[in-house]
């Protein structure tokens, strides 16, 4: 039974910066996923000397302890299915050094995406996995989920970026993990540890990003396809074919007429549109780059092909993409969107029959399924729209992602492409991981032996989330 | 027990938020909170919980929903399209038939210090104030917090408590910082923006992060017309070279004070004028909301207009 000193927590960190209101925990209980739990207490710490004076309180009586930043993860990655403390780290969102000389900077766990980049603009140069989310995904969050984006086709996610990290660890001890440099050869790359983690071996406290330069030129261009498969077979030909893309992006007819609904954009409405961005310091780079698209894409009956390097139309053509995820809860009145099955990574020879299937399975368990994603990555978000309010659409669900994410390891895929596990995807991770569960659990146990990070999530999430977990949602039918 | 039918038609639409969190940046009290409990997010979680029975009405819970500048940006920008002040405000109008009459962010009258002159009755532009039981009462499902009543007072008998970083003696408080941050040593001037009109287009332009010039310092006010005559000299006072106030164009002006603040800083201009202080100094300029460009060229020929007069008065005479 977990029992929290909240006089204790405000000992540590003040008492303007502890919640222990009932009404203040249910909302700390949930993010952007469809689950649901009570934590004991929110904490707000300032510096690194409250977070070790936080967990050694922890830790000496077992209390679970779920770092959190903005909460937009979609897995249930920050709900605290065993209660305990939320330790908000937005308020630790010091930008401590930009060193462009070594090309690195470094800076809290709270310091949102955009912010980061805005500061490193005046250096010409920047972070590059910013997920969709970066108006308010923090860096810890990011670290923690391994997040990704747009550009993460040429420059990388969250784990190319981190050099080094300094984590509280469980019992209190604060490390400083990998080194800030851009090669380090020897020992156990425990910083890379950490990314990915989800809060579950200790608690970031300060990250060492690199950056890269800010390109000089960016060209955007835009295909619109009658067949879904022949929009996956063009991304299998653009990335096997040399091409360098900065950005590919597929978003289907189910996207497209949510996007239009929500931001009236007037998108014709066909099977998918290919968006794909090219980046470079001359217009001799980035043009062949742009022709070998269109080619490719007109030789898988692509058309309607237009692109720009003007920054407001690039903008006019990603408008459609850039407020997707939210954009979909107006695809059809009775139907929420909830972040089911929502990302995934194939091969890129997999990427049209992945969605084919996506949509196959969608329809024959009666719900509503889009694809879309960052598909020069490889990776492929899903959601699904159903009546929250009907416990058969919840069971149709659950069948449906099993289904989905058998089909994805059937093809050599991966459970998540940038999302994350959390709760809703354990049940898929734990079998793509079967043979290594023991050795993630064994890790752990080294960091945490008594199993307070964030625990019940990744390999030791719910087999079956519909019934093992809290569901934010209410069924009334 | 209570009655949750005002709330139950509006599940669907809490079904709808998918709370991605990008309403935080919109929320001036999120960002001077910075507690989810107090983002539109939030908020609409707690609503979720005292639909489902999950979170039970309290004079803390119903505090959080009529805590709220109106400025409506938070619904503006859902892209999920929830109705965000609808549902809030048959929230309220349900915590307050269960009885929970909280003030939040809305005007409170000192009874004992009002003269029941019904200046604040008359200028209520949202008919939320009105004489009854020999008293002036608040309706607090129509104040919107604009602050006109506060500035009409002849018994300065008005307040809006909680001010999340908007009412006059935090301005102050901003302003002093500014100006007292021995690091800020090229600061010339404070930018008064309306929080209704320009400022949150200011906030969400992302590429133009105008607050944080050291030149000078952009401040939200609710509504334009809320910056004082006191406020002003107080801003000199501490270090400014210049004031400069940007509200809405008066077609757009919901709350009034488009033509308070002009009146009031015209009046002011001359009084400084007549001590020897140039007047122009001191500025009103209407921005349209997302104008941000005309926010740049504003306070960019503000900024080299006062930076030909110089300072105010020598640093250390202050």
Sequence with gaps: ?477 | MTNLEKLEKWKSALNKCIRCGYCYEHCQIYKSTRWDSDSPRGKLILLYGLLSGQVQPTPYVAEKLFECFHCNRCQKACSSGVPIQDVYNDARAFLQEAGYDVPGTTSLTDQDACALCLACVRSCKHEARHYANDRIEVDRLKCQSCGNCLDVCPAIGITIEQGFGTNPEELKRAVTDFFGNPANTGAKAVVFSCGWGNYPGLQTARYYKLDENPEYKVLMTICAGRVTSKTVLDTLDAGAWGVLICCCPEDDCEHGGNARVKARVKILTESLKNIGIDPNRVKVVEVPPKEAGKFTAETKSFMEEIKSLGPLMARSAR
């Design chain 1, 1 to 477: 039974m977990v029992s929290v000193n909240i006089e204790k927590l405000k000992a540590i960190v003040g008492e303007q910066n502890i919640l222990s209101d009932p009404a203040d925990l249910y909302i700390y209980g949930s993010d952007s996923s469809v689950h649901q739990a009570m934590p004991h207490a929110v904490a707000r710490p300032q510096n690194t000397e409250q977070v070790q004076a936080i967990m050694r309180y922890a830790n000496s009586e077992k209390i679970p302890v779920i770092p959190r930043g903005s909460a937009s993860v979609m897995c249930g990655q920050v709900v605290p299915v065993y209660g305990g403390i939320i330790l908000d780290m937005r308020d630790m969102n010091r930008i401590l050094e930009i060193n462009p000389e070594d090309g690195y900077c470094r800076v809290e766990p709270g310091v949102v995406d955009d912010d980061l980049n805005r500061a490193l603009k005046p250096y010409g140069v920047f972070y590059p996995p910013t997920p969709a989310s970066s108006v308010v995904a923090t860096i810890g969050g990011e670290i923690a989920n391994n997040a990704s984006g747009t550009r993460s086709v040429k420059y990388g996610a969250a784990r190319d970026a981190v050099l080094a990290v300094k984590v509280v660890m469980a019992n209190g001890d604060c490390f400083s993990l990998g080194a800030n440099t851009r090669v380090a050869a020897s020992g156990y790359p425990l910083e890379k540890l950490l990314i990915g983690s989800e809060g579950t071996l200790a608690i970031i406290v300060e990250a060492t990003l690199r950056f890269v330069p800010i390109p000089k030129l960016r060209c955007m261009g835009i295909a619109k396809f009658n067949l879904l498969s022949d929009a996956g077979h063009a991304i299998s030909e653009i990335m096997s074919s040399g091409c360098q893309p900065s950005m590919l992006e597929l978003i289907d007819r189910i996207a497209i007429v949510a996007a239009n609904k929500a931001e009236k954009l007037g998108l014709p409405e066909v099977d998918a549109i290919l968006l794909f961005e090219a980046d470079g310091m001359v217009k001799e780079v980035v043009d062949p780059e742009v022709q070998k698209f269109q080619s490719i894409c007109e030789k898988h009956n692509g058309f309607g092909f237009e692109y720009s390097y003007e920054e407001k139309e690039r903008a006019r053509i990603w408008a459609g993409r850039s407020k997707l995820f939210p954009s979909l809860s107006k695809y059809d009145e009775r139907l929420a969107s909830t972040s089911l099955a929502d990302d995934m990574a194939v091969p890129f020879s997999k990427m049209a029959e992945t969605a084919d299937k996506i949509h196959e399975v969608a329809d024959r368990h009666g719900l509503v399924m889009t694809a879309y994603g960052h598909c020069g990555a490889g990776c492929m978000h899903t959601k699904i729209l159903m009546d929250t309010d009907d416990e058969s659409q919840w069971e149709a669900a659950k069948a449906a992602v099993a289904e989905i994410y058998d089909f994805v390891q059937s093809v050599g895929g991966t459970t998540s492409a940038e999302h994350g596990i959390g709760l809703s995807k354990a049940a898929a991770f734990k079998k793509e991981k079967a043979e290594t569960l023991e050795l993630m659990r064994a890790i752990k146990k080294a960091f945490d032996p008594n199993n307070i990070l964030n625990p019940g999530k990744l390999m030791d999430g719910p087999d079956d989330w519909v019934s093992e977990t809290q569901l934010r949602y209410q069924t009334s039918k």
